[in-house]
Structures are given as structure tokens and as C-alpha cells.
């Protein structure tokens, strides 16, 4: 069962490290975002997953705490993984692909709805390498209208 770590897994392994991030959220249309801050540490798992530990502030007050995994699954040729946090109930499941640039890892999901209680709806994470020691996240959700609407954005920026 060894499984040899592949180019797609070793892109992965530029996000290994101790991170600090600021990050935006529109909590409502129209709304100005809400800013808060953290740290994440990023750590490689046999050279195939990384397992990503953040904390930081929630939206709104209060800490908040959760963890991500990513890595590639060779059979479906895409990027997997999950996101969990201590501030909902709902596990992320990913699965995404790199685009030709390999700076730019887009991630779909379903996840639960900002504005419908109860309802989940189609969502995407894009994590965009800038340099090495600087990437960024976008968070997006699937309006009913079909247009995809931004949510968040963070910074993240490498400590060591």
C-alpha cells in the first residue's frame, strides 16, 4: 500500500509551515466585511496530505479553531480533502484541481447556505500561491441566481 508521493503532492508541500493570516468576511450583503486575524501551522503527512491547524478570531467575536486536510488522489486526478471548524457542524469534503499556472488551486464543496437556514449550497475555496512566503484564499457560494458570490478573503503570510 506505500504510495510514492507525485508533482501534484509536492505542490502541496509549499504550504508546510507556520503561517499568520488577516482575512476579510461579508457576514451580509451590502454590509461592510468584517476583518479578523490568526495564525495557521501547516504540516506534511508522509509527503501525500498536508494537515493545516488554524486559530484565530471568528466574524463577529470569539475564537474560532479548525482543521483542514488536503492531498491528491492519483485514481480521480483531483485534489481531495476536508475542513472542519469549531464554529459549525458541517463537514467540508473538497475536491479541486490546479490550474495550468500551478499558482492556483481551486477547491469545490458543499457547504451551508449564509442566507438559507438549513440549506447547502455549491462553494469554492481558491488558494493562490503568490510567492513563497505570501498565498490567498477566496471563499465563494453559489447564489440561487447562479452567480458565484465572493465571502471571504485572507492573506496569509509565512512566519518560518
Known amino acids: 500500500m506505500k504510495t510514492e ?4 503532492h509536492e505542490w502541496l508541500q509549499q504550504l508546510v509551515g507556520e503561517w499568520t493570516y488577516e482575512s476579510e468576511c461579508i457576514m ?5 466585511p ?4 490568526g495564525s495557521e501551522s501547516v504540516r506534511s503527512i508522509g ?8 486559530r484565530g478570531e471568528m466574524p463577529g467575536g470569539g475564537a474560532a479553531n ?21 464554529m459549525m ?3 467540508w469534503i473538497y475536491e479541486g484541481s490546479l490550474e495550468k499556472d500551478e ?14 437556514e438549513g440549506k447547502l449550497v455549491k462553494c469554492r475555496d481558491v488558494i493562490e500561491i503568490k510567492n513563497n512566503g505570501h498565498r490567498a484564499v477566496t471563499s465563494h457560494m453559489l447564489g ?13 503570510w509565512r512566519k518560518s
Open 89 to 91: 457542524s458541517h463537514l
Open 5 to 8: 508521493p507525485q508533482k501534484e
Open 34 to 37: 468584517e476583518k479578523f486575524k
Open 103 to 116: 499558482k492556483v488551486l481551486t477547491l469545490n464543496a458543499e457547504g451551508p447556505s449564509c442566507t438559507s
Open 66 to 86: 479548525w482543521l483542514m486536510t488536503l492531498g491528491y488522489d492519483p485514481q480521480k486526478k483531483h485534489y481531495i480533502g476536508t475542513w472542519v471548524g469549531s
Open 28 to 32: 451580509e450583503p451590502g454590509k461592510a
Open 144 to 156: 440561487d441566481d447562479g452567480e458565484w458570490r465572493l465571502f471571504m478573503t485572507a492573506n496569509y
Open 47 to 54: 509527503g501525500l496530505w498536508v494537515l493545516c491547524e488554524g
